[in-house]
C-alpha cells in the first residue's frame, strides 16, 4: 500500500519560510524519484521541484530557484521541500509524488503524468 502524506503547510508572510515534509510508507523509497508540485485555484499543476531516488540530482522550476530547497531522508521515508523568501505567488496546494525510477535516472517535473502515486497535499498560503 503506497501512500505519501504531506505535511507543513500553514500561512505565511511573504518573506517567511515553511519546510514541507513527504512522509511515504508501504513502498522502498530509494527506489523511487520524489517531486513536489503545486497547484494554485483557477491554474494547472506545475512542476516544483524533484529528487533523484539516489538524491544525487535534483531539479528546480525556475520560479524558485535559489528559494526551495529539497531533500530526502531515506532512513526516516521523507521528503522535505525547505521554501525560503516565501512570495504569494506561491500559494498553492502543494502535492509529493513518487516514481519508481532505475538508480541513475534523473527526475523530471516536465510533466506531472509520468508520477503515478501521489498525497493528497498540503496548503501553503503566502499572504499579508
Known amino acids: 500500500q503506497l501512500q505519501l502524506v504531506e505535511s507543513g503547510g500553514g500561512l505565511v508572510q511573504p518573506g517567511g519560510s515553511l519546510r514541507l515534509s513527504c512522509a511515504t510508507s508501504?513502498?522502498?523509497?530509494?527506489?523511487?524519484?520524489i517531486g513536489w508540485f503545486r497547484q494554485a485555484p483557477g491554474k494547472d499543476r506545475e512542476g516544483v521541484s524533484c529528487i533523484s531516488s539516489s538524491g544525487g540530482s535534483t531539479v528546480y522550476a525556475d520560479s524558485v530557484k535559489g528559494r526551495f530547497t529539497i531533500s530526502r531522508d531515506n532512513a526516516k521515508n521523507t521528503v522535505y521541500l525547505q521554501m525560503n523568501s516565501l512570495k504569494p505567488e506561491d500559494t498553492a496546494l502543494y502535492y509529493c509524488a513518487a516514481m519508481r525510477t532505475a538508480v541513475r535516472t534523473m527526475c523530471l517535473i516536465s510533466t506531472s503524468s509520468t508520477y503515478p502515486y501521489w498525497g493528497q497535499g498540503t496548503q501553503v498560503t503566502v499572504s499579508s
Open positions: 508501504g513502498f522502498t523509497m530509494n527506489y523511487y524519484a
